[in-house]
């Protein structure tokens, strides 16, 4: 795990969704944080121990989105090499793993917190948007490796791009308006869960390390992964 510093940074920002806004000063008590996505092999390693349920890799509760809308899907073998970050796990499962380790999912501001390092840069790379060869739909038709992106200030690998990642907050699109400055922990009620870095086939809006986005809590879904905090 990598450890970050007590400290304040500016949450949110101009130039991006309307959930982004306004941009505020939050002040994050020091945490430590998985400075990988939790692979496959190390979740499996929480089945075996009894502590996790299965990924829903072959139950058909596993979903991919087939424009208009999502669908289940039983995932082809590609999805599931044990160095590739696992998916296809609901948000309490994810949750599970990480108390499993000691830990809990991040918090949203943890989490972007980590991600920029302070960086005032769009992506995990810097400004300048995805290129052919970097996450994007066309370089790649699953995800990598777990440590194959690794941003320079923070010594976080994958922040952009390789799956999405569970957090721990309830989505409120409102929230920033509202949500207190110390620790922030998302708001008390809430249908979705907050899902932050965008996935191998997302496209470049999403990849930007300030999006946030939504997901159902108790699905699972093929570019949807989880690292955990201390």
């Not at 380790?101 to 501001?109: I, Y």
């Not at 999403?206 to 699905?219: D, M």
Request: with cysteine; proline share 8%; charged share 25%.
């Amino acid at each position: 795990m990598v450890p970050v510093d007590r400290g304040s940074f500016v949450m949110g920002g101009e130039g991006g969704d309307a959930d982004e806004l306004p941009a505020r000063t939050v002040h994050l008590s020091a945490f430590r944080i998985d400075a990988r996505e939790v692979t496959a092999a190390q979740y499996d390693s929480c089945v075996r121990a009894g502590a996790c349920t299965p990924a829903h890799y072959d139950d058909g509760a596993c979903l991919v989105f087939s424009a208009p809308r999502f669908r289940a899907v039983t995932v082809p073998r590609q999805y599931r090499d044990p160095s590739y970050p696992v998916v296809c796990v609901s948000w309490g499962q994810a949750r599970e793993y990480c108390r499993f380790k000691g830990g809990r999912l991040p918090t949203e501001a943890q989490w972007e917190y980590a991600a920029t390092g302070g960086r005032t840069a769009a992506y995990a790379w810097g400004s300048d948007p995805p290129s052919a060869d970097r996450c994007t739909p066309a370089a790649r038709n699953c995800p990598s490796s777990a440590g194959s992106y690794r941003p320079d200030a923070s010594g976080l690998y994958d922040m952009t791009g390789n799956v999405w990642e569970w957090t721990g907050d309830r989505y409120q699109a409102d929230y920033y308006t509202a949500g207190p400055a110390d620790d922030p922990q998302g708001p008390e009620v809430g249908r979705y869960r907050v899902i932050r870095g965008g996935g191998w086939y997302s496209g470049p809006s999403q990849l930007r390390l300030r999006n946030r986005h939504w997901f159902a809590p108790e699905a699972g879904e093929v570019s949807i992964g989880f690292r955990c905090v201390r």
